[in-house]
């Protein structure tokens, strides 16, 4: 029954962060899951759930996905589990329902537009409306794709159908269609509704992959979680469809094949980044993007101009490394020098660093080492150390021989 209904199903998403009212008059929850079960009448929901109702049966298809109604809401156990399942919900779903042009759950999206204007001629009736097509005002623009999960569900659905305030966007791997019956070759879109997301991948070289990923992870940052504690959730299905693609292991924004390029970020621009605490046991190590709240960016590296440390690696969710002493006694700025995660100023002295990669011998200029910043603390009573920054710095920066082994997580 699972794979008919999987394979029967339109999924819908809008842009909603339901109130305390809407929680209750129309989610999901473990006081009303045992009536909901027996059925109810369609009048109870709001107009956007009833809309997304009169397109599935209109499409003629059994099967709805709603998350707020097909998660229990206040049942961590629960959410926890089917969250785990998105990837199922869209890469198997008939389409994707995206109610661009709502704002909430009330508002519907199916209001009708002005009809096109008719005029005869000698050979005919003729059709005549403005110019409306605009892909990126209306959807890649909208507010829906201003939430953090939605770009996780467009890349794993196989086809969507965006209803936005000027017209309907068909949204498949051969591009977008108009009502007006254009076809647009829209290089993102192209990208992100391609049904096979992203087995194409494979083959390309890892230039390529590392591109992909810098991409969408930087994108990703930029967009909002009603729940900060989400971040590494509602891209977890992304990940791990781009780990299987790169066949290797991937986890808190980092491949392991690729582990050096995915260590690499920086925030971006000025802005500092504010870490997230997780009162679940779901902790995010420092290395991670995943571990802060806020914009990120990865430098810019000629990876072919670069000899990489063999010696980083990945075990389980710390970093092994040796970790040496910092010989700054200024703050640098972005990513000439160091840029801190958290602020522009810290503590010289306890800075250490991980070397990650060196600029070969025989270019121009002098020779970079791109080191994560590090300090030490104290994790039940052993010596580990967290990450603070990253950078690219001189040879005369580093102290060799103060090397250690350690830990960063």
Not at 95 to 122: M, N, V, W
Not at 148 to 169: C, D, G, K, M, N
Not at 208 to 229: C, H, N
Request: proline share 3%.
């Amino acid at each position: 029954m699972d794979d008919v209904r999987y394979f029967q199903e339109a999924q819908e998403k809008f842009h909603w962060a339901p109130s305390g009212f809407e929680k209750t008059q129309f989610c999901t929850s473990r006081g009303n899951v045992k009536t909901r079960t027996r059925g109810f009448d369609m009048n109870q929901l709001p107009q956007t759930f009833q809309d997304a109702i009169t397109i599935t049966r209109e499409l003629q298809k059994r099967y709805l996905w709603i998350d707020s109604l097909c998660i229990v809401q206040d049942d961590a156990a629960d959410w926890e589990q089917e969250s785990q399942l998105m990837e199922t919900v869209f890469k198997n779903a008939y389409c994707t329902i995206a109610a661009s042009s709502a704002q909430d759950s009330t508002e519907g999206f199916l209001e009708k537009l002005p009809p096109y204007r008719e005029h005869t001629s000698s050979h005919g009736p003729v059709y005549v409306c403005a110019a409306v097509d605009d892909f990126t005002s209306d959807v890649e623009n909208s507010a829906l794709n201003k939430r953090a999960w939605v770009l996780q569900e467009r890349a794993l659905s196989r086809r969507t159908i965006h209803f936005t305030a000027s017209q309907i966007y068909w949204e498949c791997g051969d591009g977008v269609r108009c009502e007006t019956l254009t076809h647009m070759r829209n290089s993102k879109a192209l990208f992100l509704g391609d049904p096979k997301f992203p087995k194409a991948l494979a083959s390309r070289p890892d230039t390529v992959k590392i591109e992909l990923f810098q991409s969408l992870f930087t994108r990703y940052s930029q967009l909002g979680l009603t729940y900060p504690t989400d971040r590494p959730i509602a891209i977890s299905a992304l990940q791990k469809q781009l780990a299987d693609t790169f066949k290797t292991e991937g986890k808190h924004g980092v491949f392991e094949s690729l582990l050096h390029r995915s260590l690499l970020w920086q925030r971006s621009g000025p802005t500092r980044l504010e870490r997230i605490f997780d009162k679940t046991d779901r902790r995010v190590p420092s290395w991670s993007w995943m571990a802060y709240n806020g914009g990120i960016e990865y430098m810019e590296i000629k990876s072919d101009q670069v000899e990489w440390n063999e010696g980083v690696k990945l075990v389980g969710d710390k970093l092994s490394a040796q970790v040496r002493t910092l010989r700054t006694t200024r703050t640098y700025h972005a990513s000439k020098w160091l840029t801190y995660d958290e602020g522009d100023s810290m503590n010289v002295r306890r800075l250490r660093c991980v070397i990650t990669g060196r600029t070969r011998s025989g270019f121009t200029g002098e020779q970079r080492y791109y080191v994560l910043v590090t300090v030490p603390r104290r994790l039940e009573g052993l010596r580990i150390f967290e990450r603070v920054g990253v950078g690219a710095v001189p040879e005369r920066s580093i102290s060799f021989e103060s090397g250690e082994d350690a830990w960063i997580l």
